[in-house]
C-alpha cells in the first residue's frame, strides 16, 4: 500500500530561501491551508540542513541557489532524509532541472508560479512527483 507521508495530520514544512519577500510569500499561501503547516524558515543552505536534520519535517521548499551552501548541496547532504524536496527556483535552465531530477528531487516549481507551490506540496505528500508546466516544457524541447 502507497500511503500518504501525512496520514491525516499536517503536512510539516520548511521554507528554504535567501530571499525574504519569496519567503513571505510562500508562507503567506501556505497559511491558508488547513493542512499544511510551516515548522521553519531557513535563509540559507547550513540553515537549511539544520531544520531537515533537527525537524525532520515532510516537505523542504528550496531555493537553488542560496548563500553558505547551494541548493544542490543541501540535496546532496539529505540523500538519507525521508523529507520530499521540492525546488522552488526561477532558473529554468535545463541543466538546473535535469541536475535536481538526478539528485532525486520530487518537484519543482518556478518563483514565477507560486501559486503552484501548494498544489506541488499535495502532490509529493501523497507521493507523487509535480513539477511546473514551463519546467516540463523546457525540458520537453531541450
Sequence with gaps: M???ITDGKS???????DHEEIRNSICSLLAREDNIS???QATNGREAIKCVEGLRPDV????IM??????????????????KIIVVSM???TSFIR??????????????SLEEVVDAIQAVSQNRNYFSS???QVVKYD
Design 134 to 136: 514551463a519546467v516540463l
Design 2 to 4: 502507497n500511503k500518504s
Design 60 to 63: 523542504i521548499l528550496l531555493d
Design 38 to 40: 510551516i515548522v521553519a
Design 66 to 83: 542560496m548563500p553558505y551552501m547551494d541548493g544542490f548541496q543541501v540535496i546532496n547532504r539529505m540523500k538519507n532524509a525521508s523529507t
Design 91 to 93: 532558473h529554468m535552465r
Design 99 to 112: 541536475y535536481a531530477v538526478k539528485l532525486g528531487v520530487e518537484g519543482y516549481v518556478l518563483k514565477s
Design 11 to 17: 503536512i510539516r514544512v520548511v521554507v528554504a530561501d
